[in-house]
Each structure stands twice: as C-alpha cells, then as structure tokens.
C-alpha cells in the first residue's frame, strides 16, 4: 500500500487576530474542564480538509493548490463571535471562532476543492463554507448556558488573508501537530 500523508488547506491567523482569542482560551479554559483546548500556534481557519494523498500525488497536488490560490483574491474576513461549534441541534462539541461568511471565502473553498479532488479521494462532500478556527473540543457534548458566552476583545476584528497554506497533519502523543509543506498567494499569477 502506498504511503500517505493527512493533509489540509487553511488560512494561518495574524497576531493581532489570534492573540486576543488565545488570550480569551485562557481566561475561560477553568470553567470548562471538559474541554482540549487547541494551542494558539495550531490556530487556523480550515479552507478543505483532504485526508489521506498518496505521497507521490503531493507535489502535483501542491501545483494545482497553487493554481487555485492565484486565482483567488486575497480574503478579507472579519470576526464575529466566539459560539459553540458545529453549528446543529442544542448541543456543541467544540468552541470555534467564528468569522463571517462572504462570497469570495466561499468562491476560495470551491476552487480549492475542486483543485484537490483528483488527488484527494476522501474530500467530504460539498457543504456550505463557514469560516471558523477551532479553539477547543468536548470529551462530551455541551450545552450553550442562557446567558452566551463572553466575548474576546477584538480591537482589530479584520484582516486580510494574502495567502493560502497546505498544512500535514501528524498524530503524536499529545494530539496532532501541524506542519507547514507550502504556502501559496492568492492572487499571484
């Protein structure tokens, strides 16, 4: 069997994004035990998840993300809040940040989809483009108190995303560690 590796596309977080969320992680980690929180230099707002490719598909594969992500403008996504995660029934098993969906991120998603399918045969089926990083995840599902959640301070709520990146996804001892393979411009031809 041909040797693989468990990778995905996303759009890393500034500083000026992430820290204020990483700060917020901090200040609540206590009142929620049941929670693995995510380490602030795994932050990352996924764009596909692509899953097991051949080894020998990566470099073809990286060529024809590359394609997309020049075909892509730059992204510009704003914050908006921090929810419980994935977005059905009453329950959450993650916290995310959330980011506001636009048309542009959605157009980035497709057209990256799209590139990677040949490549990528466990591609989940197509669903609607929500941009969100995700801060933590639930031994067990959680319920959402009545009073919400607080709210990081976000003085600068906005930013640009000039590049897409093409992340590996390793198994370790204390969960997965991500790996930078390459990073490709949007809108670069």
Known sequence: MAKSKRLFAGI???ESVGRPIAD????VAADWPDAKWMAWEKYHITVCFFGG??????????????AAAAS??????????IEFGPPRGR???????????TPAFA????????????????????KAALPHVTLARFRRPAMPGKAGLPQPDMPQPL???????????????GG???????NYPFGVR
């Open 72 to 81: 892509s403008a730059p992204l510009d996504l704003r914050f908006s809040r």
């Open 12 to 14: 890393s977080l500034p």
């Open 159 to 173: 930013f640009r995303a000039d590049s897409l990146t093409l992340f590996e996804s390793v198994a370790g001892s």
């Open 107 to 126: 157009a980035a998603v497709k057209a990256v989809r799209n590139a990677a399918l040949p490549f990528a045969p466990s591609i989940p089926e197509e």
């Open 176 to 182: 997965h560690e991500y790996h930078v393979l390459a």
């Open 91 to 101: 329950y959450g098993t993650m916290f995310w940040a959330s980011f506001e969906p």
């Open 24 to 27: 917020w992680s901090r200040r």
């Open 53 to 66: 490719v051949a080894e020998a598909d990566v470099p073809v594969l990286s060529d024809a993300l590359a």
